[in-house]
């Protein structure tokens, strides 16, 4: 009976230790992909080809949505309505994007990326189509999260920093603490 004990222990310590290394690669794996998301996204800023490879790919995912996903679904929409010619479709692409954007935010109000993403959209977003009712909330929940080191997902925070320090909707004042704390994480590693 001792043996079977000892046996059943060592199974379960031995199942516990796969659940964490495979929980770890599997946190690896999906960090890895979101970085490929947000390489493709800012591709996608910039040429409409790849905005357009972009859109469908995502749209043709499969499966449970995944508000990060459902997101950048969203921000594929939002390059297509940037890079489109035609008046309609620009208008149609915009109200896709920020459909999917804003279900993606409802259904996790509290991460960061997302709430990133919206600020991104709406501070560049032209005033006539109304967009931009959410900037000063997400503004302060973007640098709370900076200040609070809410994430510990750096290539996010570089990117974050960086367009913080662009935006015309960030103070000197913020723009200058956001650059002095950045500067003193960096120098911490």
Sequence with gaps: MNILRHYHNLMLIFLIISAVFGLESTLAAQSHEVKDLRDQYYQAAKESEVAKEFYKKLVSLNGPEDTLVLGYKGMASFMLARHAKNPTAKLKYFVEGRN?????????????????????????????????????????????????????????????????????????REKKKIKSFHQSLNQEE
């Design 100 to 172: 999917h954007l804003e279900k993606a935010i409802r259904l996790d109000p509290d991460n960061l990326e997302l709430r990133y993403l919206r600020f991104t959209v709406q501070t560049s977003a032209p005033e006539f189509l109304g967009y931009q009712r959410n900037i000063a909330s997400d503004k302060e929940f973007i640098l709370d999260s900076i200040y609070d080191r809410k994430s510990t997902d750096e290539d996010l925070i570089n990117r974050m920093v960086d367009y913080m320090l662009r935006t015309k909707f960030c103070t000197r």
